[in-house]
């Protein structure tokens, strides 16, 4: 059992930066790939970014890709993403997810997920 646990979530404007962190217990870390996803009312949730175990490799959604980065603390059993040149259309909760393999970019692939940290991101 993975427990993940975010934090770092809030109100920003438009322009603005946040990071997130989502700190693992439980299982060793460092064998699990991770992923952020999004998901906003009435919609499906979505993968944003996902990074391997050993954060040499990445991926990045379209949509936030040149604006966020993912990295992950193997030591401290955390990932991040950090969020650069917000935008509306980036108001989300975010969750953050463990799994086996890489990259996996559907929520199915997943088998540890966190509680979700709220971002808003005002006009």
């Known amino acids: 059992q993975v427990h993940l646990v975010e934090s770092g979530g809030g109100l920003v404007q438009a322009g603005g930066s946040l990071r997130l962190s989502c700190e693992a217990s439980?299982?060793?870390?460092?064998?699990?790939?991770m992923g952020w996803f999004r998901q906003t009312p009435g919609k499906e949730r979505e993968i944003v970014v996902a990074i391997n175990t050993s954060g040499g490799s990445t991926y990045y959604a379209g949509a936030v890709k040149g604006r966020f980065t993912v990295s992950r603390d193997n030591a401290k059993n955390t990932v991040y993403l950090q969020m650069n040149s917000l935008k509306p259309e980036d108001t989300a909760v975010y969750y953050c997810?463990?799994?086996?393999?890489?990259?996996?970019?559907?929520?199915?692939?997943?088998?540890?997920w966190g509680q979700g940290t709220q971002v808003t991101v005002s006009s």
């Open positions: 439980g299982r060793t870390f460092s064998n699990y790939a």
């Open positions: 997810a463990a799994g086996r393999l890489f990259p996996l970019l559907q929520k199915a692939g997943y088998d540890y």
